[in-house]
């Protein structure tokens, strides 16, 4: 057998034009030439497809048109305010009462107290070096609100406001020397004033501080004050609150002597504390040699992808969002302690950077010694790093927002995930705001009469400036609806998006432009459009001090008045203005209108007297849906094996 071997490849000089002669066959003198040397059918099923390409695409146009030109020439309604407050100098927060009597604002140099039916003012606390940036408020009995408020320098300051007059109590982290201050960087009180709680910082360290409040010691020696004094003073001694617990960030748990999983649930007592990381099998040297094991494990990846300096995660977190919750779920209370409605008796929070959702009892025991730095009580891990979180009205549902789009749905009753949910795009999220139930469930009787596994509803803003409405429920399909596209343009950017509490499906936009809307979620769709004066801008554009009364069924606006460069630059000037809109007399919403929602909430917030009667409606709850679930069950079946033959 002959084999031919070359002997040697010959390297061409160099000259000028290096291409060959046959390098212009490879070019086509004439467009259609590769149609031509088609066959006659194929070249008639080919124009075929291009016109009907073509008209596809002419019927698309015009329909686009016909779309735009009927969105054109539909007008929304617009409101105008119907009465308007001039504020007292610059206003940075505003905040409604849970009776809708009174509206309290902070701005510089103190805080009033506005009268929602004559929008008067009836009270302010004046003080020329203190200037307030956010206020949170409890609504007591008789007419009593205790407010709780930080200054643009980072001091808590706790208020009780009664009968039209305004007592200031104290000052939580006040100090002689104020290199050594504690700076507050959020102060939230619980909804019926029983608890507060305030995220602290101080050099590079942070931690949250709760408070028990005596409120009902506060009542009995306002009213004493009052009977006995003549004059009524602006600064009152009061009973002193308690501090429960200041809560650091988790560290690594130490190395546990236990040897078994048998040991282990012996510790956990009564099972209340499983997950909180107080009782493992981990040892220390696992602990030390978990950072080593991960590096050595992923330095394919982490030596490929290297990670940036933005993308690092800081040496410990820099904030906490917490929540107060109600006794929702099948589990007792420690000790057989009982609680009340409306009494909150867990501390939920998350770390910035963290995975855990953490739960600390507020309610101890008298054998039970009170820890300044607990641990937590319960623990609930996630997949991902939480980016932000929601609870509903009757605190049995938490919503976190995870990294990658993911959202998920926790369930307090039956300590589960409820759904999850991931939401289109890339863009990670940044807000939530969520609904109790589905707006047809909104008429159902106390909670104990209605369905175990409702329909909920929430808003998700993405850091992108788009906004989706979901709808879910437990093992069913979820509904996600982009009502807020991605706006292309920076100034349409939308900074406050939140659900209407007393219409259905209908959500409160505002814009980086000024422009403020109502929304339908649903259709995604424009209602109504809130108009400001010719002469006031909405102020400021970025965060907007607005607040919604769902009592009086009223917005609240502050609008600041066009000025020159110069005047703005003049903190002393205040031409603010506080605008309000009526919804009630508004009849385009007449179809979106549900009952209020504070009472709907006080009749489902009746808990279950024990643990059989929860057995018992949850058996019967199964029941009802069985049928709903075999017809599910057989859809996917039918998917599963569509799946499998393809």
């Not at 609504?139 to 407010?147: A, V, Y």
């Not at 939140?498 to 929304?519: H, I, T």
């Amino acid at each position: 057998m002959a084999v031919y071997l070359r002997k040697g490849l010959e390297i061409p000089e160099p000259s000028d034009y290096s291409s060959s002669e046959d390098d212009d066959m490879t070019y086509f003198t004439d467009l259609y030439e590769h149609e031509h040397k088609l066959s006659e059918s194929v070249r008639v099923i080919n124009k075929i497809l291009n016109s009907l390409v073509d008209r596809a695409w002419e019927d698309i146009s015009k329909q686009d048109k016909i779309r735009e030109e009927a969105e054109a020439t539909i007008k929304v309604p617009v409101l105008s305010p119907s009465k308007e407050y001039t504020l007292p100098g610059r206003t940075n927060a505003i905040v409604c009462s849970d009776d809708g009597l009174y509206l309290f604002l902070g701005h510089a140099h103190g805080l009033s107290v506005i009268s929602t039916s004559t929008l008067t003012c009836v009270r302010t606390w004046t003080d020329e070096r203190v200037e307030l940036t956010s206020i949170s408020c409890a609504s007591l009995e008789n007419c009593t609100h205790l407010l709780c408020t930080v200054d643009d320098m980072g001091i808590a300051r706790l208020f009780v406001h009664r009968t039209e007059n305004i007592y200031f109590i104290k000052v939580l982290n006040e100090t002689d020397d104020i290199n050594q201050r504690h700076i507050c960087t959020k102060f939230e009180v619980s909804k019926r004033g029983d608890f507060g709680a305030a995220v602290m910082t101080s050099s590079g360290s942070v931690w949250l501080d709760v408070y028990r409040f005596p409120k009902e010691l506060w009542l009995k020696e306002l009213e004493i004050k009052q009977t006995t004094h003549t004059h009524t003073p602006t600064e009152v001694k009061l009973s002193p609150i308690v501090l429960l617990m200041k809560i650091k960030p988790p560290e690594i748990p130490a190395g546990t002597s236990l040897k078994s999983p048998f040991e282990v649930l012996q510790k956990t007592g009564d099972g209340t504390i499983i997950g909180s990381g107080q009782n493992h099998m981990i040892s220390s040297f696992q602990w030390e040699n978990q950072e080593v094991a991960f590096q050595k494990m992923f330095a394919k990846y982490l030596s490929t992808y290297p990670m940036t300096q933005s993308q690092q995660k800081p040496d410990g977190p820099s904030n906490c969002t917490f929540h107060f919750l109600l006794h929702e779920g099948l589990c007792p209370l420690p000790g057989g302690a009982k609680s009340t409605r409306d009494f909150p008796i867990v501390l939920c929070l998350w770390w910035s950077g963290s995975n855990n959702l953490l739960q600390y009892l507020l309610v101890k025991t008298a054998k039970e010694k009170t820890d300044v730095e607990p641990r937590p009580d319960i623990l609930w891990p996630n997949s991902q790093e939480i980016l932000c979180s929601a609870v509903s009205a009757c605190t049995r549902f938490i919503v976190l927002g995870l990294v990658s789009q993911l959202v998920t749905v926790w369930d307090r009753r039956f300590v589960c995930p409820y759904a999850n949910i991931v939401i289109p795009g890339d863009s990670p999220l940044c807000r939530l705001k969520l609904i109790l139930r589905n707006p047809e469930q909104l008429q159902v009787a106390p909670l104990h009469l209605g369905p175990f596994l409702p329909k909920l509803q929430f808003l998700v803003m993405c850091r992108s400036g788009a906004c989706y409405s979901v709808t879910t429920r437990h093992g069913g399909h979820s509904q996600i609806v982009e009502f807020i596209k991605r706006p292309g343009d920076p100034a349409s950017f939308a900074t406050v998006v939140e659900p209407v509490p007393f219409l259905k499906s209908l959500a409160l936009l505002m814009q980086r432009n000024g422009q403020v809307s109502v929304w339908e979620m649903d259709d995604a769709a424009p209602v109504f459009l809130i108009n400001l004066p010719q002469t006031h801008l909405l102020g400021p554009v970025w965060e907007p001090v607005h607040v919604l009364d769902p009592v009086q069924q009223n917005l609240y606006i502050r609008g600041d008045r066009k000025t020159s460069l110069e005047a703005v630059m003049d903190k002393e000037v205040g031409d603010g203005t506080l605008f309000l809109y009526s919804f009630s007399q508004c009849s385009v919403l007449d179809l979106y209108r549900i009952p209020l929602p504070a009472a709907i909430e006080k009749e489902t917030r009746d808990t279950l007297s024990g643990l059989e009667e929860a057995c018992n409606l949850y058996i019967q709850e199964r029941f009802d849906s069985l049928e709903e679930r075999n017809r599910n069950f057989a859809i996917q079946w039918e998917q599963l094996q569509k799946r499998v033959f393809e």
